[in-house]
């Protein structure tokens, strides 16, 4: 048992601190209110946090990448989302697509993507599996019914595949330069059995970003339409083999560490930054505001908030910090779920703990308290939801 | 005797307000730029209709041209204009409530002469109560329990010129329907004089004037009311009871829900989005609402709102009854308090649980969803909040009385 | 129209039952020996006493001897009782509330005539239902929303005998009352006939035995009642629309929430007891109740008390006025199921907090606040419980109709 | 970053599962459901753990203990808590006081007390604060006011010190050989500087125990009332110094790893043993009873349930073993006492949970799951009332 940080995971923390610090938190808020939802993006931070490893940290030396731990990971998200919780996802976005192309691509892709991917700061990620009439049915599907789940259809012709359909929800859609593609390849069966994973460049012919969706929290994190009218992709282009995609994204009984259980921990390592920034930004306003002649602090009532905020983030944290270190063990459990599960709940009872604290000031609400529970929402339909957590408890044997 | 009939007019209103929201206010209520809390103007053309059904002037007595409403039917009312809009409803309400305080109880009969005729005819004839002060702190904390009184101070001065007009000096914030009233009621402080006073002071007063906010954490519009020498009439000051009447309307403690059946609205709103949302889309096969997690889901939800809505029919209905108290019926305890506090937290909850059945499409801001839960949070955050009602109403349990300004300026000589 | 006022007579019983419990109940309920939920006989004086006052006999019409309470009324009463002594509640309410049911409603003149005069005169006389059966799954689980059928099964077979009597075999458990009633309603098949019967049986016909539960998870006294070859005279059926007036007793929904208002009792005992000790106890220099933490907790208490009354009042009047459904003026859900699930989700976490505010004495099994907390628990936890609740709840707000057996047969076909 | 166990850590849990399965599991109900709170103590089960270290893990080697760090002590305390709550507590107990003996006795009262405790398989100890008339006053007491707080009264003649008084609710008290008591030795002065501690014998003259006190959790773990009568105690019993018992039993500022912040430890770790209980209790059952002919697990809202119960006790175990190792590391933090409330709301959740999966069976609940639920329920005055959370919110700074 060791709770301590190596010096290399020690010193990520303290870059990550510094950026988030000085570059991140002084743009947050401004970016957050930008009302228009397609130009709340900032091509100058990810420049920035680029040229310091954080767009590439997750891939291997030998592509060229900082090949950091998971510990190293949770702590950059963490110090990161401190400032803001969408510009760290902005980042760790790219870990995870790149844990997946570590995971699941054959040397040749390596070679094809991660090494452009590594070189160029504005080279971002993304990957798509949601649809408009398809969400929660790709998370959990049944095993009895090849209908639901997603309706892309990819079909061969000679060396290509021909893609028609649509994505929804999309991260990173409207500025990403590839992205992973799940469609359908075999409609006749159960959906895990019937997808395929292509690799799609966004000048890919065919294939066109629609609208950036507005969303109320994570205002700089760009969700986005993708479009597919005859989009033709290589077959060389295919991950893990035709039908395969399941087995390599790291569903059930998968690959645990890259993919999407990286998101897992990636979900809550995020929270527990708004949690530290909750944390930290109540407890600065009751030993300052007054009420009576007295610092809020001295009353009863506050105290009380302040323990529950304090008492949920550091069990947060201790748990984030098991999951990553798991991670890095290759060790398989449902611990990740449980984590990303959690931290919805702790994420939004100490954001909501911190407004409760504030109360409107006057006519107005803090910005900064209002962003950092419009963020923490983001948790109830990503980690949070009834589908998220039956989900994990089916892992549970 | 108990009996939880409502009346004819009673369901008739209700009927009549539901088809009002369903299809005019929903329409507007429902589009994009409206749900987008970024830019929410107030639709002057549904308040316009809304007027003309008698929903402005509800609570006025029908010898003065109003619909009379009691309590609870106001509260009826309120909640289905919620439903549809939380900043229509806030409007009609505050007007409607203050139509009724300022005509039928405060005026007198000439000031009534002068003022009624004007707002009886004209849609747009709206009504503020400019109340509270910059840097009031009202809230009990620290003194819980303890004989240090938390009264609202007003700075806001009035002085008798030599022609007999009243000069007003001083700046109100928080203000619910500023930017659109034509009438203020204002609580002045007269030199000289110890309790607190209220002038009627025309919009268009000499020296008035008014910022309204952006984005208020508040329903309906709001503003800061500046008086810099504003001048009106010496027979624009009310009796002496009307601080003490309007006072209510600020406070939440035995006066009428209306705010916590605006609440309930909101709640009703995201629930009933959120029921039509589990029939229609198709999960693993089957419609959400056939899908346990989901139906249960929903049912807590219908839970905390029939609940709810008991608390404030009850709270609503014993504010206008004193002597259900009297005759031990009900508690005396501060039943508003009760419904605001259970009222605001439920459908916080409520709303965020409506909204996680819409997946990604329930953290959209131009989607109904988000607007419910930024409506319902407003709710419980406003004012002094929840944390400080539960210290009052924990004085009230331990039937703690707090010595008067008076008793304790005696015991202090 | 709608009005909370209660009746002279409401006031009044609820006086003379509060007094009871203050003057009578309280000192056998607080000796450490009941307060041990390991070993809690019935205080058969205490009930002998209450029955004397006509509590047994409550909601029995006037005509025939009883108090001919409403719904509201015996709801009142039982939160009172309840406030004292859960057991004594949960006995006389059944008592009374069977005695309304099969006197006033399922008896014919004749069997009147044979059982009132008794069931009249004698304190001792009370009343059971036994309709459960050993392994019979009522949960709707699983069936959620599906069509298949989760109804209770009775096995326990009524045939008649050559000289006309009924000869009654089987097991019915659960059943509250068992080891004192004097007169069961057993629920029971008649092979041959696909509607179930309801017959009278004496506790002391031949063939009939109790054996008592020890420490059920129930209130009162309770036992399976075993029949073997068991002989009542052709006279004692019910008609046939007994077996789903009877059903009422056990499964919640839109029935009088008795239970409901037992579980506010036992959290208004533990809510009344913690304010006493918080102005009793001193903390810091200060009696509990003027420390913030703990007036905040005695407020989130009394909220949950006067929210669970008005929910339960609501329900209790609506049972008995299904008019209000019909003109709209109440929702068309199953009220009393809402109470249920937020009653006693309340109260067990009422309890819990009241208990937290003495400290080391609120751990203790021989005091006050153990036994409401494992008083409220009981309420919470008995029968198919809230999940299930919340699953019935959900069917009705789909709107979902589940084919009836007979559409099942005929769809099979 | 290491969440694995040494060999050592690992054989004491072994040990420890080994002893709880077949020695405390078995006879656990049993004593549970003794109705007489004097009787439901078994000499034999402390025995048996004794002659396997379980009593004396926590002292020194020197004076003849195992000398077990304190993530070898929470492992054991939530193995044995697993098969039953009281049971492990009665044994930590005595290893609190052990800790404070190493932390605060000289040599000379080490010699005279220790030695004779690790040499007696039936020697066990407990410490008296609370009074009838103070209880939290004694945790969290004023500082500008002197009469709050206990009021048992110690008054020097010469070598020995008179104590007249009484205690309440003190644990082991009718079991224990030798305690430790808080007096107040200057009553003119608030509690914390004002107070004494002194070693007493239960054979001390003038001492003796009254009632048991009849608890509805924890039935085994014996709690009672101390009556002192003029009890005659040496000068040379005093420990810390005349007036100074604060300083020295860990609470603010004071050692952090001895005494009364072993406490917060031992009572989350002892939850999460209640925890593994109920969630493998619960699965248990899911996967086992019927309903409508299909296990209770295949539906969602016992899915969800577990889901709850698995994510709340993972969260815990997580911040329980960071607490443990902070505490070998000897790192003064608030953690200990957050992880403490913070286990008051898992331990409670969980098993009101897991009796919400069970329901009542029949007419019965079952009696396993009631003991769960009602020894959960003693954390809420020791580990999670409002005096305990503001306490710990008042470390933060």
């Known amino acids: 048992m060791d709770f301590s940080l190596s010096n290399e995971q020690r010193s990520w923390q303290m870059l990550a601190r510094k950026f988030a610090d000085e570059e991140i938190r002084p743009i947050s808020l401004a970016c957050d209110a930008i009302p228009t939802a397609r130009e709340t993006f900032d091509w100058e931070i990810i420049k920035k946090g680029s040229k310091l490893g954080l767009r590439t940290m997750a891939v291997p030396k030998k592509y060229g990448g900082l090949e950091t731990d998971f510990v190293s990971q949770a702590l950059v998200m963490t110090e990161l989302a401190k400032a803001d919780s969408a510009i760290s996802k902005a980042f760790s976005q790219n870990w995870k697509w790149s844990h997946l192309i570590s995971a699941a691509c054959t040397e040749e892709q390596k070679e094809r993507f991660l090494k452009p991917f590594v070189a160029d700061d504005t080279f971002v990620l993304g990957k798509g599996i949601t649809e408009p009439g398809a969400g929660s049915d790709n998370r959990l599907p049944p095993d009895d019914d090849s209908k639901p789940g997603l309706k892309l259809k990819a079909e061969r012709h000679g060396d290509e595949w021909i893609l028609n359909g649509e994505k929804a929800f999309i991260a990173n859609a409207p500025i990403g330069k590839l992205f992973f593609i799940d469609a359908r390849t075999d409609p006749t069966v159960p959906l895990k059995q019937g997808i395929t994973m292509f690799l799609v460049p966004s000048d890919t012919p065919g294939f066109r970003i629609g609208k950036v969706f507005n969303k109320s929290g994570w205002r700089f994190y760009q969700n986005g339409e993708m479009i597919f009218e005859n989009a033709r992709v290589p077959h060389a282009n295919i991950v893990g083999g035709v039908n395969g995609a399941v087995s390599k994204t790291g569903g059930e009984g998968g690959d645990t560490t890259g993919g999407d259980l990286f998101g897992d921990l990636e979900l809550c390592a995020n929270a527990l930054g708004i949690c530290d920034d909750g944390c930290q930004s109540a407890l600065r306003y009751a030993k300052t505001a007054q009420q009576g002649g007295q610092a809020l602090f001295a009353q009863q009532h506050v105290q009380l908030k302040l323990n529950r905020m304090f008492m949920m983030t550091e069990a947060l944290r201790s748990f984030v910090m098991r999951v990553a270190w798991e991670h890095d063990q290759k060790i398989h459990s449902y611990n990740a779920g449980l984590a990303m599960n959690y931290s919805t709940d702790v994420v939004q009872d100490v954001t909501e703990l911190y407004m409760d604290i504030r109360g409107a000031e006057g006519r107005y609400m803090d910005h900064h308290t209002d962003k950092l529970v419009r963020d923490s929402f983001i948790w109830s339909h990503l980690a949070g939801d009834s589908v998220s957590r039956m989900k994990v408890t089916r892992r549970i044997n | 005797m108990y009996n939880l009939h409502l009346s004819a007019e009673q ?403």
């Open chain 2, 11 to 413: 369901l008739e209103i209700r009927d009549t307000v539901r088809d009002f929201v369903t299809r005019e206010i929903k329409p507007v209520a429902l589009k994009a730029e409206r749900l987008d809390v970024c830019d929410r103007r107030l639709p002057m053309q549904l308040l316009d209709q809304a007027s003309q059904m008698g929903l402005r002037t509800l609570a006025l007595s029908e010898d003065r041209g109003g619909a009379g409403s009691d309590h609870l039917t106001c509260c009826i009312v309120t909640e289905e204009l919620a439903a549809g809009d939380a900043d229509i409803a806030a409007t009609l309400m505050t007007t409607s409530w203050l139509g009724h305080l300022l005509f039928d109880r405060a005026m007198t009969d000439a000031q009534r002469e002068r003022f009624l005729p004007k707002f009886a005819a004209d849609d747009r004839f709206h009504l503020a109560f400019a109340g509270h002060e910059v840097e009031t702190d009202t809230r009990l904390g620290v003194n819980y329990h303890r004989p240090v009184t938390t009264e609202a101070v007003v700075k806001t001065t009035a002085v008798k010129a030599a022609n007999g007009e009243w000069v007003i000096n001083g700046v109100k914030d928080y203000v619910v329907n500023a930017p659109i009233a034509a009438l203020f009621a204002v609580l002045v402080k007269v030199p000289g004089q110890s309790s607190v006073k209220v002038l009627l002071v025309p919009a268009d007063a000499p020296g008035l004037s008014v910022s309204a906010h952006e984005k208020p954490w508040q329903h309906g519009s709001s503003g800061d009311v500046t008086f810099k020498d504003c001048r009106v009439p010496a027979g624009n000051l009310l009796g002496d009871e009307a601080a003490e009447l309007l006072a209510g309307v600020d406070a939440p403690g035995e006066g009428v829900p209306l705010f916590q059946a605006l609440a309930l609205g909101v709640g009703r709103a995201a629930y009933d989005a959120a029921v039509d949302y589990a029939h229609l889309r198709v999960q693993g096969g089957r419609p959400l609402i056939e899908h346990q997690a989901i139906g249960t889901k929903l049912a807590e939800v219908a839970i905390k709102l029939e609940v709810a809505r008991a608390t404030i029919w009850q709270a609503a209905w014993a504010s206008d009854h004193p002597a259900a108290v009297a005759d031990r019926s009900l508690p005396d305890l501060p039943l508003q308090m009760i419904a605001q506090i259970f009222t605001s937290e439920m459908m916080a909850k409520a709303t965020k649980d409506a909204a996680e059945i819409f997946g990604a499409m329930g953290v959209m801001r131009d989607m109904p969803l988000q607007k419910y839960i930024h409506d319902a949070r407003v709710c419980q955050h406003s004012g002094n909040g929840n944390s400080d009602a539960k210290l009052r109403l924990a004085e009230v349990i331990a039937g703690y009385r707090r010595p008067t300004n008076e008793a304790m300026a005696i015991a202090g000589e």
